[in-house]
T-cell receptor, first 112, second 114 residues
Framework: GQQLNQSPQSMFIQEGEDVSMNCTSS?????WLWYKQEPGEGPVLLIA?????ELTSNGRLTAQFGITRKDSFLNISASIPSDVGIYFC????????????FGKGTHLIIQP | NAGVTQTPKFQVLKTGQSMTLQCAQD?????MSWYRQDPGMGLRLIHYSVGAGITDQGEVPNGYNVSRSTTEDFPLRLLSAAPSQTSVYFC?????????????FGQGTRLTVV
């Protein structure tokens, strides 16, 4: 099946720093989704991207749909302790709403 | 508005036992799906449904059965549990309008098979 390669695997940063992570695929996607998961919870949708080149923000989070349609980026500005968690990129397995394929996640750890 | 509700939250099974993981959504979404999450892995699709009466296999369907008799409910059945099925299971519902799709997840069921 399609594989999403997400990097970095983990990040140890200081509070207030900016964060960047990315996701690449060998296949073209028409949708990129970014989720955050906290311990003991299900993934929560942060940002959805539907158009190549699209740049979308959600508060301090900004995500971009790569021009090649094979990658996407998520940035977090001025990190705060509640940003801790695992961030996943995801894209549709097929052409429609028939399930998602996920990257392995970026584990964000913030040091006070 | 509860969103996606999964029960139970935790379960321990013995090898060979059967059980059903429940999932219900109140958002009137057409699409529902089941995923499993193993340590260090992203979520992997088990089965999905594009509407009542219609189901299909995902990436890792072996050992699991599903059915969808109503829009709201999408139970996942383990007929004969194996230790390899120890995992956290997530149910999701989603809509697809104009080519857009966004999946919303339940809180998960942590299953241990001994």
């Amino acid at each position: 099946g399609q594989q999403l390669n997400q990097s970095p695997q983990s990040m140890f940063i200081q509070e207030g720093e900016d964060v960047s992570m990315n996701c690449t695929s060998s296949s073209i996607f028409n949708t990129w989704l970014w989720y955050k998961q906290e311990p003991g919870e299900g993934p929560v949708l942060l940002i959805a991207l539907y158009k190549a080149g699209e740049l979308t923000s959600n508060g301090r989070l900004t995500a971009q749909f790569g021009i090649t349609r094979k990658d996407s980026f998520l940035n977090i500005s001025a990190s705060i302790p509640s940003d801790v968690g695992i961030y996943f990129c995801a894209g549709p397995l097929g052409g429609g709403a028939d399930g998602l394929t996920f990257g392995k996640g970026t584990h964000l750890i913030i040091q006070p | 508005n509860a969103g996606v509700t999964q029960t139970p939250k935790f379960q321990v099974l013995k090898t060979g036992q059967s059980m059903t993981l429940q999932c219900a959504q109140d958002m009137n979404h057409e699409y529902m799906s089941w995923y499993r999450q193993d340590p260090g892995m992203g979520l992997r699709l088990i089965h999905y449904s594009v509407g009542a009466g219609i189901t299909d296999q995902g990436e890792v369907p072996n050992g699991y059965n599903v059915s969808r008799s109503t829009t709201e409910d999408f139970p996942l059945r383990l007929l004969s549990a194996a230790p390899s099925q120890t995992s956290v299971y997530f149910c999701a519902s989603s809509y697809g309008v104009g080519g857009r799709t966004e999946a919303f997840f339940g809180q998960g069921t942590r299953l241990t098979v001994v």
